[in-house]
């Protein structure tokens, strides 16, 4: 599977921004999907997760109840919504396949990944 990020930007703090994975390839709706990010001189960590049907997703303490993550199958696209920007969430965010387990947080887990948008929060 082909991933594709987009939807990364320059906000404030306090504001939104949507970011967007398209994918290619009809078995979509089987992967696990997973957002991840990685600032400068960090390690990619882990932001959120979804199930193939979007029944089921996980995200990580540091974004909870202020990012959100769905997809649509019959797009094949998974959404990061993130709300109540901080500057700390400054990073290249990734989306992510091909986990053979249920929330799978280490980056290594996963086969496939997008190119990575930039987000950047200023104070």
């Known amino acids: 599977v082909q991933l594709q990020a987009c939807g990364g930007g320059l906000v404030q703090a306090g504001g939104s921004l949507r970011l967007s994975c398209a994918a290619s390839?009809?078995?979509?709706?089987?992967?696990?999907l997973a957002w991840f990010r990685q600032a400068p001189g960090k390690e990619r960590e882990f932001v959120a997760t979804?199930?193939?049907?979007?029944?089921?997703?996980y995200v990580a303490d540091s974004v909870k109840g202020r990012f959100t993550i769905s997809r649509d199958n019959a797009k094949n696209t998974v959404y990061l919504q993130m709300n109540s920007l901080k500057p700390e969430d400054t990073a290249v965010y990734y989306c992510?396949?091909?986990?053979?387990?249920?929330?799978?947080?280490?980056?290594?887990?996963?086969?496939?990944w997008g190119q990575g948008t930039e987000v950047t929060v200023s104070s």
């Open positions: 992510a396949a091909g986990s053979t387990r249920w929330a799978a947080l280490s980056w290594y887990e996963y086969n496939y």
């Open positions: 979804i199930s193939g049907s979007g029944d089921s997703t």
């Open positions: 390839g009809r078995t979509f709706s089987s992967y696990v």
